[in-house]
Each structure stands twice: as C-alpha cells, then as structure tokens.
C-alpha cells in the first residue's frame, strides 16, 4: 500500500493507525512563522468508529490503508454471515456479525447498504438512512388518537424496538429514520 | 469554471483603507517605503521554510539560472539599511512553499521595517502603537519565553531537565505520544509546546508580546549580553493568531555565517536540501549593519483581525487556489 506524506492528508484519505484502517475527519496545518509546522488531524477508526485526534510532524508519512467503499444491496443471512451483492457484478460478499454490528436490525432484503472492506473483507456495514419495517408487535392503542402524542414501544420485523403514535397498528409498515433510529411517518400500503 | 473573486467589494475597501493607514503611519514617523525584489538569486537557510524557485531562460553573471521566490524581503532590506543607513519599511508579497490553510496563503503580503537605534524594546513599544492607531488594540503585553512556561507548565524551557519534562508533559496527551516518545529535538519539542500548551492561555483581545526566545531559536536576533541562553526576539499573538516576528537584529558578520551553516547543518539532519547563504548579506554585514531592530508582520491577518475574518480567504482578492 502507499505511503502518504502529511503535505497529502485530506478529508476521506485513508490510513493505517495503531494497527487498524481509519479516515481523515479534518486535517488543519499549524505553522509558526519560524517553527517546526505539523498537522492536527482528526480521525475516525473504521472498525471501532471513534474519532480520536492525533497531531503529525509535517513531512512525515504514513501508511496508507487498502479500504474500499462499496454499495451492496442485502441478500439474506445464513445464521453466522449476511450476504450483500453487488448489483453490477453479481459478486456476493458475506460480512460476519462483527462488521454488521448494531446494522443487523435495520437490514431489509433488497436494501443498498454501504459496506467498507479492508483488505477485501467487510469491516463495517452501513444501512441506509431511511428503512420501512413491519411492525410485529405493539400494544392496542386508543382509537382517534392522531395527534401521536405519548407513543408507545413497538417491535418491528427484524427485532428493533422504536417509539410509535399510539395510532399505528400491528400489520402496518412504517419508515424509521436509521440514524436515530426513530419513527417518521406510516408507509401506505 | 468559478472566475468571482474570493474576498467581497467592502473586505477590498477596507484593504484599501488599511494599506493607508498603515503608510500614514510610516510617514508620520518619517520611515520611507521602499521596494525590494521577489526573485532572488539566494533563497532561505531557514530549517522551516521553504523557497518556491523558477528558472530563468539564461545563466545570469554569477552562472545560475535559478531564481528563488522570497520568503521575506528581510535580506534585501537590511543591505539597504547597511548602505543608506535609514528607516524603511516595506508592504510586499512574499511567497512560502508547502503554507496553506485557514492563516496560511502560499503568496501573501508582509509588513517588515527597520529602525536604526532601536532595540528590541522600542519596536515592540512601536509595533504596540501600530496595532493602536491601524485597529484600535489596547497597549502590548509582555511576557518572556521562560515567564510563559514557568507560568503555565511549571517548567523552564531553558534548562535541558525543563525540556524533559515538557516532552513528558506532552507526551502525556494522547495526540501527540507517539510523536514525543521519539522526538529528540529540543527546539521542536519546545516549539510544538508553544503552540499547544502557551498559545492557547493567550488573553485574545490583548496584543500579547513574548520576548526573549531561547538562543536555538533566535533565527537573527542577536545573543542577550544580560543572559546568553537567549536572544532579543519577540514575537507578537493577537486575537489566536500570530502576528509579528521582530529582532534586535544580529550585526555580527562571522556569528550570521555561523547560523546559516548550522542552519545548513540541521537541513542534512532533516534530510532537506541545503541552501547557499546569501553571499552579499554576509558581505552588508561585513561592511558594517547599523545598530537596528526589525518586525515583520503579517499584513493579511492584522487585516483578518480588523475585520473578524474568520479565514485568509476573505481577505485576499484571489487566493492561490482561485488565482
């Protein structure tokens, strides 16, 4: 893999640190007028997520790390790995559960996940922003309440567990916002 | 393709407004502008800067092609100053290979100028009343290098068991520990210190002035006869950003030659290409510099400041990205 000088550190840029694949966050140079000048860069770590900070020598390189992003719609899962495919090249990819990580509950068959590989493996399973999911499970609510004040928990298909109006029904399908993992409205069937 | 310029109609006027002021203040004090030139047949022995240099189509007399693109009009000036023996100032683009970010243009302008008879202590008090009448900034507050680290880090940059525990102590915050474990250079250590644990305790609205750098950073101020583990640099800190770098300058001829080889020296260290000293300085010198102190001052941030600019971009009418 290449090398990356300092002078080369951009957003996105990735890189080998502490043994594990990261992205360049932000990379802001600091240069005294008559002084040593370095780079105050902000990290994320793609297999942990976190984003730490780290400050560079200017002039210095690093590794460079071989990660690709892909766009793969999920297939179906066999107990131990998920399938994805890529819808060019029919090319399947099977990520275990410690890429797909807490993903597992948004994924719909036929969704395009963004899946990170590093060295050809999966190493982090990203859905898409919005999901629709049926519900499975929720308690009776009131009739005519529509204003959807209070809510109440609900169990959808794949297991995840969000706050519902109390209108919305066992049988309904409703969009989910991923992110925060909260409702957004019903889904007309 | 974007042609539009990158700072708005009212940042150019007031550019316009700040370039006067700044020339009223020179001639009020009777400090006249002169011009130097940008293309140089010496560039820069300075570990931390780096020339940008072109090619000239045929060998000039000396029998080099290269010309390189000035850091600073510094050299030149001061063979001025060691021929006319007078004040001057002057307002020039400059250019600075490998600077760019929110106060780093790689061409911007600087103003630099020189006073005969002054000290280091004098230009600071002038630089104060330049700050006063072109931004409206209270009077300068001054701080020596080794006050700001007693002050802030309980630990004296001047002495070798002080530098120790700085490079602990910054070894100690996890962005820079793998940096610290192995960095070995005290004048990097220190410098990197500065800019992550003294900077930042800076009171903003006050111009802050520190003054007597350690003698490894000295660059070309001369040695304090008072302390020789120092010299008679400032460098000026207004609003987070820095601003000016000034010295009682070095007059001595063989102590100049001296700095640039180890300056020369630390480029092989570094695995930098070394650079010629300007021959006809060291001749200026040789000939005799009046006793004088000299700041440069960066003309794009006192305009940052004035205005509350939040990038240099603002204030530039092109940036070299849009040039």
Not at chain 2, 168 to 181: R, Y
Request: proline residues 5%.
């Amino acid at each position: 893999m290449a090398n990356y000088s300092t002078s080369e550190f951009k957003g996105g840029l990735k890189i080998m640190q502490d043994g594990e694949p990261c992205s360049i966050v932000e990379n802001e140079m600091v240069k005294p007028g008559k002084g040593q000048a370095f780079n105050r860069v902000k990290i994320r770590k793609l297999i942990s997520g976190k984003v730490v900070e780290k400050t560079f020598k200017s002039g210095e390189s690093v590794e460079g790390a071989d990660v690709i992003e892909l766009e793969l719609s999920y297939l179906y899962n066999d107990g131990e790995f998920w399938h994805f495919m890529n819808n060019e090249t029919f090319e399947q990819v099977p990520a275990d559960a410690k890429a797909v990580g807490d993903a597992e509950k948004w994924l719909v068959e036929q969704d395009v996940c963004t899946l990170i590989l590093w060295e050809g493996k999966p190493i982090s399973v990203q859905p898409p922003n919005f999901v629709e999911l049926e519900i499975t499970e929720t308690d009776p609510g009131l009739k005519g309440d529509t204003a959807g004040t209070g809510g109440k928990p609900a169990t959808l298909s794949t297991g995840a567990v969000v706050r519902v109006p109390l209108f919305v029904q066992i049988g309904e399908v409703i969009k989910v916002d991923t992110r925060s993992g909260e409702y957004v409205s019903r889904v007309q069937k | 393709m974007s042609w539009r310029p990158d700072a708005s109609w009212s940042m150019l006027q007031q550019r316009a407004d700040l370039f006067k002021s700044v020339r009223q203040f020179f001639e009020n004090r009777g400090v006249t502008e002169v011009d130097t030139h940008l293309l140089s047949q010496y560039g820069v022995t300075d570990v931390h800067l780096k020339n940008l240099s072109t090619e000239f189509s045929q060998p000039l007399p000396s029998g080099t092609n290269t010309l390189y693109l000035q850091t600073s009009p510094e050299f030149a000036m001061k063979r001025l100053v060691a021929a006319y023996q007078q004040d001057i100032y002057q307002l020039s683009h400059v250019v600075r290979d490998d600077e760019v970010g929110r106060y780093h243009n790689p061409e911007f302008t600087l103003l630099e100028w020189y006073r005969i008879g002054f000290d280091d202590n004098a230009l600071i008090n002038e630089v104060s009343q330049l700050l006063s009448e072109t931004c409206g900034a209270p009077p300068i507050v001054e701080r020596s290098y080794q006050q700001c680290f007693l002050e802030t880090l309980k630990l004296d940059p001047l002495t070798p068991d002080g530098i120790e525990g700085i490079r602990q102590h910054l070894e100690s915050v996890p962005a820079l520990t793998d940096w610290m474990q192995k960095e070995t250079d005290a004048s990097t250590i220190l410098q990197v210190a500065f800019s992550e644990c003294i900077e930042p305790t800076f009171t903003k609205n006050v111009p802050q002035c520190v003054t007597r750098f350690p003698v490894e950073q000295a660059a070309l101020a001369r040695v304090d006869e008072s302390d020789p583990r120092v010299a008679k640099r400032f460098e000026v800190y207004y609003q987070g950003v820095e601003l000016a770098n000034g010295y009682h300058e070095l007059t001595d001829a063989v102590e100049q030659t001296r700095r640039f080889q180890d300056d020369n020296r630390h480029r092989v260290t570094n695995k930098q290409p070394q650079m010629a000293a300007d021959k006809r300085l060291i001749s200026a010198l040789e000939s005799g510099l009046p006793d004088c102190a000299g700041v440069a001052l960066g003309f794009d941030r006192l305009l940052m400041i004035k205005s509350g600019a939040k990038h240099i971009s603002e204030v530039l009418p092109f940036t070299t990205n849009n040039a």
